[in-house]
């Protein structure tokens, strides 16, 4: 990771100007009852490095904030065209000054994304407490022409999804979603010329012309039994 004081012997055309928006929504799952709650937060290579959130009282288990950052942020291009780690720290605290948890994201990871919403799975924390964010990180445009500054191309590190937190109603949410984008067509039932008749289910209508019987109907008069009266 670069500290500030390398950072300011790279090359111009390597940095790249983000504008941050920034959303600390709520922590759930705390199994406490009283007490206020507020989150620290520390970030390098930004107009704005640190802040703090009001302190919010717990109402049945959870802390909702609701907290905006806005700060533009330069993240690096390294050699392999790829965006330098850009961590954003939140430290939660009770009132009082004991710490609930912690949670470090890159937020190169969501460099040119969209809005991203996620709940993240706290670190050093005695509880399964999850914190919701809100985020966006869009080019910073030029001020100037008010369009997108041009840069070198860039990628993205890969999205770390190991503390991401998907419980399982919002994991079938999701699969839901997702199912009603996909307009699948109904299946369709085709017959090899290799396949026996006979495997066929009786119950199974097959579209013939007038002049050709149909497959089913060669096979019973082939396999027909004739009675044969006697004499």
Known sequence: MLTPFTHLFISKNRK???????IIRDLVNVPLVSGYYYVNWKLRNASHTTGTT???HIKDHQITW????????????????VLN??????????????????LSINLSEYAGSGVTTERYLLQNCKFNSTIKLSLR???????????????PQFQ????????????IPTVIQERKERNKKVDLPPPI??????????????FCKLQTSNEEPSPIDVVEKLFAVRVVEPV
């Open 16 to 22: 790249v100007n983000f504008e941050l928006s920034l």
């Open 54 to 56: 009001e302190r919010v």
């Open 66 to 81: 609701n907290h905006p950052i806005n700060t533009m942020v330069q993240l690096v291009i390294n050699k392999q065209q």
């Open 85 to 102: 780690d850009c961590e954003l720290k939140l430290d939660i605290y009770q009132k009082g000054g004991k710490e609930i948890g912690t």
């Open 137 to 151: 990180m869009n080019i910073k445009p030029d001020s100037t022409s008010n369009q997108p500054s041009s840069y």
């Open 156 to 167: 993205t590190p890969p999205l770390s999804r190991k503390q991401i937190f998907k419980d």
């Open 189 to 202: 039932l085709t017959i090899r010329k290799s396949q026996s008749v006979m495997s066929l289910p009786r």
